[in-house]
């Protein structure tokens, strides 16, 4: 199996612009993970879905971040529009059940 | 507020050394969970203890975890170069969440 697997892997965009991050769990999972990773912050759990439905969105910083899992295969987190303080790096991750996730290479997010 | 909090924050050690990391926690918890970030990378599971155990190892990792005291720590023996990294505790609250900590740096300096 590839593992999880991220695209794009650098995003640079202006101010006010949209992003779409993309996530492919790894065949057979049925959890999906959103992170950010700053160093102010440390890893903020974004929204997490359990078989393709959303179950925790509370991390989601404002509207401005969406996210969906149109299939067992694919999600997107969007953001809309882009502000400097969004840059980060991104992570997607996957498990099977509650244990242990397996993490994406991550998408570092540049808005300037 | 984050449910992990690993400590210290950084850790520097010659090779060969041993190296100990703490997590504390708040809340109650089905399973406690340690991970490593290298640099630029995403994380990377390392062993997971449940809430009924007390010790477990793999390989050069031992784990123990006091859920009186909300308590975790890992332990790396003889320590080498590649053990440089970032680790984090991550604790299984239920409902599928996973909360991480803030992590600990090592450095393992040859």
């Known amino acids: 199996d590839a593992g999880v697997i991220q695209s794009p892997r650098h995003e640079v965009t202006e101010m006010g612009q949209e992003v779409t991050l993309r996530c492919k769990p790894i065949?057979?999972?049925?959890?999906l993970f959103w992170y950010r990773q700053t160093m102010m912050r440390g890893l903020e759990l974004l929204i997490y879905?359990?078989?393709?439905?959303?179950?925790?969105d509370s991390g989601m910083p404002e509207d401005r971040f969406s996210a969906k899992m149109p299939n067992a295969s694919f999600s997107t987190l969007k953001i809309q529009p882009s502000e400097p303080r969004d840059s980060a790096v991104y992570f997607c991750?996957?498990?099977?059940?509650?244990?242990?996730?397996?993490f994406g290479p991550g998408t570092r997010l540049t808005v300037t | 507020s984050q449910q992990g909090e690993e400590d210290p924050q950084a850790l520097s050690i010659q090779e060969g050394e041993n190296a100990t990391m703490n997590c504390s926690y708040k809340?109650?918890?089905?399973?406690l969970q340690w991970y490593r970030q290298n640099s630029g990378r995403g994380l990377v599971h390392l062993i997971l203890?449940?809430?009924?155990?007390r010790e477990k190892h793999s390989g050069r990792l031992r784990v123990t975890l006091d859920t009186s005291k909300k308590s975790s720590s890992l332990l790396i023996t003889a320590s080498r170069a590649a053990d440089t990294a970032s680790y984090f505790c991550?604790?299984?609250?239920?409902?599928?969440?996973?909360?991480f900590g803030t992590g600990t740096k090592l450095q393992v300096i040859p």
């Open positions: 809340t109650s918890i089905n399973n």
């Open positions: 879905f359990n078989n393709n439905v959303p179950i925790d």
């Open positions: 065949s057979g999972h049925n959890s």
């Open positions: 991750a996957s498990s099977y059940s509650r244990y242990e996730q397996y």
């Open positions: 203890i449940r809430s009924n155990e």
């Open positions: 991550a604790t299984d609250e239920g409902y599928q969440k996973v909360t």
